[in-house]
């Protein structure tokens, strides 16, 4: 079963400018999550999408959205680039029944803001 | 609000010497926690995961863990470290009951001396 695939590996943006950043799930998982990974912050959750719907919402500000599809997979959006958001973006997809599981990750997106 | 800490930022074992790391949650409710392994270049992989019942958890490449509620912890153990185990760890709680948007602590970094 093919794991949590990201896209780009790799990006470099100027401050001002917005990005996409994609995730696949694994086949079967519906529910994505994405985290901001940096050394200062360390690994910080920004949202989690289910079935097509944000389920839940971590605490970062409005320039930072996703969406999901009707096939479970998921892009995230942050407009109008900071340096501060410089960081390895990860995507986190789990089967995400009743009582929990596991959440398989991803190997990130290092974004680089100039 | 929730919160995870690990209150080691970094670690060094000697390879055969037992291991334990600690982790301390602030959480409301019944907690589900989380150890997660990071090796340089590797994207995230679940240790093991508690979420009720027994409070001695069994994870891969044999780790284990114990939930005290009384203290707050969930500390992570090995009893003979391998050289492959220096990586970064983190401990996590769910932020709801699907185990899904979790919330981290800052990680501990295990180095594994010879």
Same mark, same amino acid.
């Given at each position: ?114 | 609000?929730?919160?995870? $800490? ?7 074992? /000697?390879? %055969?010497?037992? =291991?334990? *790391?600690?982790?301390? @949650?602030?959480? !409301?409710? $019944? ?7 990071? /090796?340089? %270049?590797?994207? =995230?992989? *679940?240790?093991?995961? @508690?979420?009720? !019942?027994? $409070? ?59």
């Amino acid at each position: 079963k093919a794991g949590v695939t990201q896209t780009p590996r790799y990006l470099i943006k100027t401050r001002g400018q917005q990005v996409t950043l994609s995730c696949s799930p694994i086949s079967g998982h519906r529910s994505v999550s994405w985290y901001q990974q940096t050394p200062g912050q360390g690994l910080q959750f920004l949202f989690e999408y289910f079935s097509e719907t944000q389920r839940n919402k971590g605490n970062f500000p409005g320039r930072f959205s996703g969406r999901q599809f009707s096939n479970s997979r998921s892009e995230m959006n942050v407009s109008t680039l900071e340096l501060g958001d410089s960081a390895l973006y990860l995507c986190a997809s789990s089967l995400a029944g009743p009582r929990g599981g596991e959440q398989f990750f991803g190997p990130g997106t290092r974004l680089t803001v100039l | 609000a929730q919160s995870v $800490t690990q209150p080691d930022i970094h670690i060094t074992v /000697s390879e %055969g010497a037992s =291991l334990e *790391l600690r982790c301390n @949650y602030s959480y !409301g409710a $019944t907690p589900y926690l989380f150890w997660y392994v990071q /090796s340089p %270049g590797q994207g =995230l992989q *679940l240790l093991l995961k @508690y979420f009720s !019942g027994d $409070t001695l958890v069994q994870g891969i490449k044999g780790f284990e863990a114990e939930f005290k509620r009384s203290q707050s912890s969930f500390n992570l153990r090995k009893p003979s470290v391998h050289w492959s185990d220096a990586a970064e760890y983190f401990c996590a709680v769910a932020h709801n009951q699907a185990g899904t948007a979790l919330i981290f602590g800052k990680g501990t970094t295990l180095s594994v001396s010879s």
